[in-house]
């Protein structure tokens, strides 16, 4: 061991070594930077000798200092390449939360393209030549597309939830229902969301059943309002009741300021039940009801950017404007441009622009198709693998519809030696990752997410497995 530690240079060694400068000039990077790399690398072998792992024959100092500097190199790709990287969504699901959600439309990300590169008009006002405000950018689209007073833009839908509360029933009673009470990804309750914006919460009825006299019950001088959270993201079955925001709204007579807010989380403007696919409310119905305020997501079923919109009674809205969270939560232009770019989108008309909508309600026979294409490619390049089309079905994904699956078209593919989970892990690791499903030991293609330009990379792909 004393042996092995005895070859390793010293720092300043390795600092005025020919390698060391070219180094610099080849990776274009600081000298105390790479400094910082080398002494990890050194570290690293250092303790690999001392615990007994060090399995390689280095003879000499120069042959130490030629295998530090190779290490360094790997370390230091490792160390610059962006963490952020392109996958294949094999899934089937098209608001997979852990890759994305909602994918960009080609419109929206030329727009971000070009506001992000230069100046922007994100707070001026070109036409009056003076200061102008960022809630206005998407305030006339939302109010066209949704009907509503008012509009505006946070940087989620639990910042929306929560900014509401905090401004309008801070020390205040709201009425929740118990089957309402939902918890959404990584562990975000609204009851805590509740607790954190200084309103008091107030539970009614059972987890399967709420009636309107459970609400009509919990009115008092202390309430502020009632909060109605649809539940994207599980679903009761059953023996249950729940009550419309339509029978809510005439409590408003019983105490004058109470304000009914609906929180939809997965909002929509397009009409997927109009397709048999799912129940989701439309937002505009959802104010056209009466409701004072409604919040959703804009990276859902919406297919934008990360965003929480609110929309609805102009008295409000303007309270949440000018409340000092609305800076805190506020979006940059980068999102204003996107979600500007995909609002237009629907105001057009061009909903099969929208990679959202377009994979959700594409026909069955398309993504058939997607799978003859690819298996006809497959079976060219490849023979260490089985495959098999066969009928599936795609969940919605993101917290959205849920129980709710489209038919799809999958290819189930197994390999002659490999396990399913062993082809999973070299899929995923491929330079371009892909994520598949894995269903009774068989890996899993649904093409209602794969785009046909990704097909060529998925077959260099398998062919490097075994």
């Known amino acids: 061991m004393n042996n092995y530690l005895k070859l390793l240079p010293a720092i300043h060694d390795l600092q005025t070594h020919p390698s060391f400068g070219q180094f610099l000039i080849d990776h274009h990077v600081e000298k105390d930077y790479m400094t910082s790399v080398l002494r990890d690398v050194v570290t690293e072998i250092r303790e690999e000798i001392i615990h007994g792992d060090w399995v390689n024959k280095i003879s000499s100092k120069e042959e130490m200092t030629a295998f530090i500097f190779q290490k360094g190199e790997v370390e230091l790709e490792n160390r610059t390449k962006y963490y952020l990287t392109k996958t294949i969504n094999a899934t089937g699901t098209v608001l997979h939360t852990n890759l994305g959600r909602a994918r960009l439309s080609d419109e929206a990300i030329q727009h971000v393209v070009d506001i992000s590169k230069g100046y922007s008009n994100l707070e001026y006002d070109i036409s009056e030549g003076k200061r102008g405000s960022r809630h ?113 709204v005439p409590l408003k007579e019983k105490k004058g300021n109470l304000i009914i807010y609906e929180d939809l989380g997965s909002g929509v403007l397009y009409d997927f039940a109009a ?155 491929h330079s371009t990752p892909i994520i598949v499903r894995i269903k009774k030991n068989e890996v899993l293609l649904d093409f209602r997410t794969i785009e046909n330009q990704e097909m060529k990379e998925m077959v260099k792909a398998f062919m490097l497995i075994g």
């Open 275 to 429: 397709h048999g696919i799912g129940e989701e409310p439309i937002i505009k119905g959802i104010l056209e009801q009466g409701v004072d305020l409604v919040s959703f997501s804009g990276d859902k079923l919406l297919g934008g950017p990360q965003a929480g919109i609110i929309v609805g009674k102009k008295k409000l809205i303007d309270q949440l404007k000018t409340h000092q969270l609305a800076r805190v939560l506020r979006v940059d232009k980068m999102t204003y441009a996107a979600l500007e770019a995909t609002l237009l989108t629907y105001l057009k008309g061009k909903h099969s622009e929208i990679p959202t909508i377009r994979d959700i309600i594409v026909p069955i026979e398309e993504i058939l198709e997607r799978c003859k294409l690819f298996s006809k490619q497959f079976v060219e390049k490849t023979n260490e693998f089985t495959i098999e089309i066969k009928e599936e079905g795609s969940p919605i994904g993101g917290g959205t519809m849920p129980g709710v699956e489209v038919p799809t078209y999958v290819i189930c593919i197994t390999h002659s030696k490999l396990s399913a989970e062993e082809v999973a892990t070299e899929l995923r690791q």
């Open 136 to 248: 206005s950018i998407v305030e006339s689209l939302l109010m066209e597309l949704t009907g509503a007073e008012s509009a505006m833009v946070v940087n989620n839908n639990a910042a929306a939830v929560f900014l509401v509360l905090r401004a309008l029933a801070k020390n205040q009673e709201v009425i929740v229902s118990r089957g309402q009470l939902v918890e959404i990804g990584g562990s975000f309750r609204i009851s805590a969301i509740m607790e954190e914006s200084g309103a008091r919460l107030v539970e009614i009825g059972t987890t399967n059943k709420t009636h309107l006299k459970d609400y009509e019950n919990a009115i008092t001088e202390e309430t502020g309002m009632i909060l109605k959270v649809h539940t994207s993201n599980f679903k009761t079955i059953g023996f249950t009741k729940t009550i419309e925001v339509s029978e809510l």
